[in-house]
C-alpha cells in the first residue's frame, strides 16, 4: 500500500501532517484532521487544495485526493465551507472558535469588508479571546497589538480603537468573547458570501455571491439582483456560461433564464458546484437520495454529499462529551504577511476587468470532444442506421467525414486528428434546485433536455423529459427534435432538468396537468417515439419480456445528442470505484443469469397504451436481476466502415438576462441582448463491421437499461448498459460516453486512447465496435 | 456595548438649516407652485421645535444661505450610520454649495466624515433609505451608480441595493422606515414595485404598512429613551386617508407634522433634518 504524506494548514496557522494511502479519498483526509481537531461538527468544514490554475478547489470527500489534487502537490488547507447564520445555534465552543479564526483571516485579509468600528470591535474581541483580560501593567500594549493583523489597511488610529475596547472587554470569557466575535461578524452583509468573477450579458464585470440564502449579484460593492434559492428552478453551467432559471413571479407568465460569463469553464463549473452545495446544505432536508438521481439524471452528476445543516444541526444536538479543552492561539495573525492572501472583494472586480481581456483563459475559441466509444460484445451495428426511420429528426445531423482508418478496439482513436489544442471545453452541468418541500411525496422527477441559453419557444419543443415514481418506475418521453434545420448543433443545446415532488404517475396518459407547456407537443411525437425504440434494439435473443423503448430512445438521444447526458452530468454518490464495480456487476448479469420470468418483468409489454414506457428503474433491477437472457456473447470482428459526414453548423444561442434590476424594470425582460455562439460541431464515427443483419430488421426487446457516470479529472463517463433481447439471444451493450473536457493543457488524444484502453480492461470479452468522436468548436464570441 | 445595528432608531442629535428667503421663488420644484414663504417657515419651526422641545433632541440649527434656496433639505447632503458621515455630492449642481456647511457641522459632533470627491458620482440623501440591516440607494435623477458604489465603500459592514425611482425625486418621495423592519410605501405603482424589488434584494424580512398617498410615505421613525416608538407623520389636514393609517399605529407616538408648503419644493419630512445617535455608538 503505497503511503503519501498529506499536508494540512489548519485554522489557526499551524501545519498537520498526515500519511494517507495514494489511493485514500478526500473523506479520509478530512476525517484525520477533524480528529486531529478533536471537532465534531465537522459538516460545515472542507478542505481546499489548489488547482493548477491556483485557484482554490473543495476536495470532494467522495472521491481519491489522488485525482483531484491532478499535480503530486499533496498540500491542504482546512477551511469553513458553509458559513452557519446564526453560530450561536452551534453546538460546541471548539466549532465556534474554528469559526473564529477563519473569519479573522476573512477579516484581516479583506474577504470580508467591514468597516473601521467592526474591525475594531471585532479585533478587541479577538485580543480578549485569545488573550484574556487586559493586564493595566502590561508594558506597551500598542506595540503588541501592532504586531497582529486585524484588518487589511490597519493602522494606528484603529490599533488604538481596539485597545479601547479591549480594555472594556474584561471579565468576558474567551468563549464569549468568541460568541460576540461571531455576533457581529455574521451580520456583515458579506458574511459567508463566496463570490466569483463574472460578467453580465453586456459583458459587464460583476460579481457572483453564493450564499445560504441564495445567489447574490454585485456590480462593484453595489447589490444589483439577489436570487433566492426558491426562486431558482434550475442551475446549469455550459462551457464558461452560468445559467440559473428563475421561477416566474405572481404577475410573470414564464420562466426567465439568467446567464453570465464566467472567465473559463472551470470557473463556471466551479460556481455551479458552489451553488450545488450551499443549496444542498442549507435548503434541504437531507441530500439529493443518490440511487434514484443517478438513474434520472442524465447528466450531471455532481452534488454535494455531506450532512445538510438541518442533519448536522440534529446530529450535534446529540453530542455528549465535555468541552473539549483547546488552545487559543493568535501565533497566526501575528506572522502572516497578508502580500499574498488571495482575495476577491467586490471592489476588485473593477480593477480586474481591464486585465481579464488579455488573459489567456477568456481565449474565445472553444473547443471540445466527446467520444462515443461503444463496447458491444458480438454486435456491430451501426448506430445511426438504427434511428434510420426517425434520426433525422432525433438525431443532430451526424455527418462527418469518411474515414478509413479502422477504430477497432486496438486501434484507438487517438489517430483521430485533434484540432487545435488550445481547446476550452464542452460542458453542460445543471443541476434543478430541489427545494424542501412539506409533503412527503417524493415522486416525480423530470428530467428534460433542451438548451439552458435558448429562448423558450425552443426549449418547448426540445425538451426531454422523464418522469419517475417513487418506486423508481421511470415514465420517460423523447421527443425529436424539431428546429433540426434551424439549429444543428444540438447536443449542446440539450439541458436535463429535474422538478422533484410533482406527483407522479406511470403511463403518460396520466401525467398530471402541471407538466409543461411541452406536454401536447411530446404528446404527439410519442408514437413515433415508440417506434423508434423498438427499432432500436439490437439483435438479440429470447422472447421479448420487457419493453423499455423510452430507455433506449433515451440512449439514441444520447447517442445523437451525446453531450446532453455526459455533460449535464447528474450526480451521484457513489465513488467511482464502486461505479466501476457496478458496471462490472451489470455486465455479469446480462451474461450468468439465465433465469428469465416473464411474468417477474416489472413493467409487462402488455399494456398497449403506454406507448411511452414504463421503465424498470436502476433500483428495481438490483434487486431483480433474473430477467436476462442466456449468455450468448458473440465476438465482432469489427472493421473499420465509415459512416457519415457532415457540415460544421453553426448554432445562435440567446439568452435572457435580467442581471440588474434597474434593466429589468425598464425592460421588463431585457430580451433583446444576444449574445450569439457560433459553434461548430463535428462528429466522425468509426464504426466496426457489423456481425449479424442490419439489425433493422427484427425488432429486439430492450430488457434492462442503465445509465452511470464516473468522473475523472479531465474525462466524464457516462455508461449507459442496455440488454436486448432479440430471436433468442440476449446482447448486453454497453456504450460509454465520455466527455473529454480542458483546456490547452490536455491532450485529447491520450485522453482518448486512455479512455478506449480502460474500456477494454473494464470490458475483456467485449470488443469495441463504435468509436464517434464529437467533437466542438466554439467559433467566435464578441460580446 | 453597541455592536452592528444596535438599536435602530436612537438618535441624540438632529442638524437642521434654516430657510432662506430664497426658497420661494429659487428653490428647485416639479412643479410651478408658489410658495408661501412666511408660512413655510412657521412650519419649519414647529417641525424643530417637535425635534428639540418634544422629543429632547440636541438640535444643531445651520444658518439659512440665500445663495443656496434648497438649504433646508439638508438630507441631501449628507448621509449619516453610526459615527460615519457621508458627505454626498448632490445631484442637482445648484446644491452641491450645500454640503459645505454640513461638513463643518458633523465634523464638530465628531463623526468620521467620509467625503464624495468623485465628480462622476452624484447622489442625494433622499435616496438613500437604511432600514438598520442595510441600504437601499434609489437610482433617480439625482443620484447614480457611482454615487451608490461611494455609499457602499463608505458603510462597509451594510449591503448596499440599488433600487430604480422612474417616478418622483427621490427614493423615500414614496418610502420611509416607520419602525425596525417596517417599510412605509406609497401605493402607485412605482412605489410598489421599487418595494417589490427592496424585498427581493434583501436577505430580510420588511413589514410593510401602505398608505394611499406616496408623499405621505415619507415620515420619520425614532426609537428613544423613556418615548419609545416615535412616528413623525403627515397631518389629516394634509392626507386624511393616509393619517388614518398612520392613527391605527398603536405601539407608536405619533405626532402629526405639518408639511403643506416645504412638500410644494418637493420638500418631504426626513428632507429637513439629519439624525445623529452620538452616544450609543463606539
Known amino acids: 500500500m503505497k503511503l503519501v504524506v498529506c499536508h494540512v494548514t489548519l485554522l489557526d496557522g499551524t501545519d498537520f501532517t498526515c500519511e494517507v494511502e495514494k489511493r485514500a479519498k478526500g473523506q479520509y483526509l478530512f476525517f484525520k484532521v477533524c480528529e486531529h481537531l478533536n471537532l465534531l461538527e465537522k459538516d460545515y468544514f472542507g478542505l481546499t487544495y489548489q488547482d493548477n490554475h491556483d485557484q482554490k478547489c473543495w476536495l470532494d470527500p467522495t472521491k481519491e485526493i489522488k485525482r483531484q489534487i491532478r499535480s503530486n502537490n499533496w498540500q491542504f488547507a482546512f477551511n469553513v465551507k458553509f458559513y452557519p447564520p446564526d453560530p450561536s445555534l452551534l453546538t460546541e465552543d471548539i466549532t465556534r472558535y474554528l469559526l473564529c479564526l477563519q473569519l479573522r483571516e476573512d477579516v484581516a485579509s479583506g474577504r470580508l469588508p467591514c468597516s473601521f468600528v467592526t474591525h475594531a470591535l471585532l479585533g478587541s474581541y479577538t485580543l480578549q479571546a485569545e488573550i484574556g483580560d487586559y493586564e493595566p501593567d502590561q508594558p506597551r500594549p500598542l506595540d503588541f497589538i501592532s504586531q497582529l493583523t486585524f484588518a487589511p489597511n490597519q493602522n494606528k488610529e484603529m490599533e488604538e480603537k481596539i485597545l479601547e475596547l479591549y480594555k472594556s472587554h474584561r471579565g468576558m470569557t474567551p468563549a464569549q468573547a468568541d460568541t460576540q466575535f461571531l455576533e457581529n461578524a455574521k451580520k456583515l452583509s458579506m ?36 436570487f433566492a434559492w426558491p426562486k431558482i428552478l434550475k442551475i446549469s453551467y455550459k462551457r464558461n456560461n452560468f445559467y440559473i432559471k428563475i421561477r416566474p413571479g405572481e404577475t410573470e407568465q414564464f420562466e426567465s433564464t439568467v446567464g453570465f460569463k464566467l472567465q473559463n469553464h472551470r470557473a463556471a463549473k466551479r460556481l455551479w458546484k458552489v451553488c450545488v452545495e450551499n443549496h444542498s446544505f442549507f435548503r434541504l432536508n437531507a441530500p439529493e437520495p443518490p440511487t434514484k438521481a443517478r438513474f434520472l439524471t442524465l447528466g450531471s452528476k455532481f452534488r454535494y454529499s455531506g450532512r445538510t445543516q438541518a442533519q448536522t444541526r440534529m446530529a450535534s444536538s446529540l453530542i455528549d462529551r465535555p468541552a473539549p479543552s483547546f488552545e487559543r492561539t493568535s501565533s497566526k495573525r501575528t506572522s502572516r504577511s497578508l502580500d499574498g492572501a488571495p482575495m476577491i472583494s467586490i471592489t476588485e472586480a473593477g480593477r480586474e476587468s481591464a486585465e481579464n481581456g488579455r488573459e489567456p483563459h477568456l481565449e474565445l475559441h472553444s473547443d471540445s470532444k466527446v467520444t462515443v466509444v461503444d463496447v458491444s460484445p458480438g454486435d456491430a451495428e451501426a448506430m445511426l442506421s438504427q434511428h434510420s426511420p426517425g434520426s433525422s429528426e432525433l438525431g443532430p445531423p451526424q455527418v462527418s467525414v469518411p474515414q478509413t482508418e479502422a477504430a477497432t478496439a486496438d486501434n484507438t482513436t487517438s489517430d483521430t486528428k485533434e484540432p487545435a489544442k488550445t481547446t476550452e471545453v464542452e460542458i453542460e452541468e445543471t443541476v434543478v434546485v430541489q427545494e424542501i418541500s412539506r409533503a412527503p411525496k417524493p415522486g416525480l422527477v423530470t428530467v428534460a433536455a433542451s438548451p439552458p441559453a435558448a429562448p423558450s419557444a425552443e426549449q418547448e419543443m426540445r425538451e426531454q423529459e422523464v418522469k419517475v415514481q417513487e418506486e423508481a418506475v421511470v415514465v420517460e418521453e423523447a421527443k425529436p427534435r424539431k428546429e433540426e434545420s434551424i439549429s444543428s448543433e444540438s447536443e449542446s443545446e440539450e439541458e436535463a432538468e429535474y422538478h422533484p415532488y410533482l406527483p407522479v404517475s406511470i403511463s403518460h396518459t396520466q401525467i398530471p396537468e402541471e407538466k409543461e407547456e411541452e406536454e401536447e407537443q411530446e404528446k404527439q411525437e410519442e408514437d413515433k417515439t415508440a417506434e423508434l425504440q423498438v427499432l432500436a434494439s439490437d439483435a438479440s435473443s429470447l422472447p421479448a419480456e420487457v419493453i423499455q423503448p423510452a430507455e433506449e430512445t433515451s440512449r439514441e438521444e444520447e447517442e445523437s445528442r451525446k453531450e446532453d447526458d455526459t455533460e449535464t452530468e447528474e450526480t451521484e454518490k457513489t465513488t467511482n470505484a464502486e461505479e466501476e464495480k457496478e458496471v462490472e456487476r451489470e455486465t455479469e448479469e446480462s451474461t450468468d443469469d439465465p433465469m428469465v420470468t416473464p411474468d417477474e418483468a416489472p413493467n409487462g409489454l402488455t399494456l398497449p397504451e403506454e406507448g411511452v414506457t414504463v421503465i424498470d428503474a436502476h433500483a428495481e433491477e438490483e434487486e431483480e436481476p433474473k430477467m436476462n437472457g442466456e449468455p450468448s456473447l458473440i465476438e465482432a470482428e469489427p472493421l473499420p466502415q465509415v459512416i457519415c459526414c457532415s457540415e460544421p453548423p453553426v448554432v445562435k444561442t440567446e439568452m435572457v438576462t435580467i442581471s440588474d434590476t434597474f434593466a429589468a424594470q425598464k425592460t421588463e425582460i431585457a430580451t433583446k441582448e444576444v449574445p450569439i455562439v457560433h459553434t461548430e460541431t463535428k462528429t466522425i464515427t468509426y464504426e466496426a463491421a457489423q456481425l449479424d443483419g442490419n439489425g433493422d430488421g427484427e425488432p429486439g426487446v430492450l430488457m434492462t437499461a442503465q445509465t452511470i457516470t464516473s468522473e475523472s479529472l479531465c474525462t466524464t463517463t457516462t455508461t449507459h448498459i442496455t440488454k436486448t433481447l432479440k430471436g433468442g439471444l440476449s446482447e448486453t451493450r454497453i456504450e460509454k460516453r465520455i466527455v473529454i473536457t480542458g483546456d490547452c493543457d490536455i491532450d485529447h488524444d491520450q485522453a482518448l486512447a486512455q479512455a478506449i484502453k480502460e474500456a477494454k480492461e473494464q470490458h475483456p470479452d467485449m470488443s469495441v465496435t463504435r468509436v464517434v468522436v464529437h467533437k466542438e468548436t466554439e467559433l467566435a464570441e464578441e460580446d | 456595548m453597541a455592536g452592528l445595528m444596535a438599536g435602530y432608531g436612537h438618535y441624540t442629535h438632529a442638524v437642521v438649516r434654516g430657510i432662506p428667503a430664497s426658497l ?259
Open chain 1, 191 to 226: 458574511y459567508g458570501v463566496d463570490l466569483h468573477h463574472a460578467k453580465d450579458s453586456e459583458g459587464v464585470d460583476i460579481m457572483l455571491g453564493v450564499c445560504a440564502n441564495g445567489l447574490l449579484v454585485y456590480k462593484d460593492r453595489l447589490r444589483i439582483n439577489r
Open chain 2, 24 to 282: 420661494a421663488k429659487e428653490a428647485l420644484r416639479s412643479s410651478q407652485t408658489e410658495v408661501d414663504l412666511a408660512k413655510a417657515v412657521k412650519e419649519h419651526e414647529a417641525y424643530v421645535e417637535v425635534l428639540r422641545t418634544r422629543l429632547g433632541l440636541e438640535v444643531v440649527e445651520l444658518p439659512a444661505d440665500e445663495s443656496l434656496p434648497d438649504c433646508v433639505f439638508v438630507e441631501d447632503a449628507a448621509v449619516v450610520c453610526g459615527d460615519t458621515a457621508l458627505i454626498t455630492r448632490p445631484g442637482a449642481e445648484s446644491r452641491r454649495g450645500e454640503t459645505e456647511a454640513m461638513k463643518g457641522a458633523l465634523k464638530d459632533l465628531n463623526l468620521n466624515i467620509v467625503e464624495m470627491t468623485d465628480e462622476n458620482a452624484t447622489l442625494d440623501g433622499g435616496d438613500v433609505l437604511f432600514t438598520g440591516r442595510e441600504f437601499f440607494v434609489g437610482l433617480s435623477k439625482r443620484t447614480n451608480q457611482r454615487g451608490a458604489e461611494i455609499l457602499a465603500d463608505a458603510f462597509k459592514d451594510y449591503a448596499v441595493s440599488t433600487v430604480p425611482v422612474l417616478d418622483g425625486l427621490h427614493l423615500k418621495s414614496f418610502c420611509s422606515m416607520g419602525g425596525p423592519g417596517l417599510i412605509v410605501i406609497g401605493s402607485s405603482e412605482p412605489a410598489q414595485k421599487a418595494l417589490k424589488i427592496m424585498q427581493q434584494m434583501s436577505d430580510h424580512r420588511y413589514d410593510k404598512l401602505t398608505v394611499p398617498d406616496d408623499l405621505a410615505a415619507n415620515c420619520i421613525y425614532m426609537n428613544l429613551p423613556s418615548k419609545g416608538h416615535v412616528l413623525l407623520h403627515c397631518t389629516a389636514e394634509e392626507f386624511p386617508e393616509s393619517a388614518k393609517v398612520f392613527e391605527k399605529l398603536k405601539d407608536h407616538m405619533l405626532i402629526p407634522v405639518s408639511n403643506l408648503e416645504k412638500v410644494k419644493v418637493d420638500g418631504a419630512l426626513t428632507c429637513c433634518s439629519v439624525l445623529i445617535n452620538k452616544k450609543a455608538n463606539i
